[in-house]
């Protein structure tokens, strides 16, 4: 049930990637601090990947709640290919280019612009 409210609040496909760590009310702002889930990309077998915990945090903004900002922290994984040493990461493209808001919110604000 959790899941799927949380689905319905966040950007699409967020829930499946990642877990709420924490949850911040502070200077009438809300902060939604993510991990992602320990589930290597698509393609790759788990026993071929060494898990190298995270890349640094990044902070993206995302529709206001309940009337307040809200600041999706997100902490991505990484691995490392056993064999050819390249890092993995899923491909989590919900970051407007050239922004630090969610592709959702900053397509809705451009649509202020007129």
């Known amino acids: 049930m959790e899941k799927e409210l949380l689905s319905l609040l966040l950007p699409e496909g967020l829930t ?26 698509a393609g790759y077998d788990r026993s071929d990947l060494l898990s190298k915990g995270f890349f640094d945090e990044i902070t993206v903004r995302d529709f206001p709640l309940r009337g307040k900002a809200c600041f999706l922290h997100l902490k991505r994984r990484k691995w490392i290919h056993k064999r050819t040493g390249s890092v993995i990461f899923h491909d989590w493209n919900q970051v407007a280019d050239g922004t630090r808001m969610t592709i959702e919110l900053a397509a809705f604000l451009k649509g202020f612009d007129r």
């Open 16 to 41: 499946e990637l990642f877990e709420v760590d924490r949850t911040e009310k502070k200077d009438g702002q809300i902060h939604l601090y993510l991990s992602q889930k320990n589930e290597p990309p």
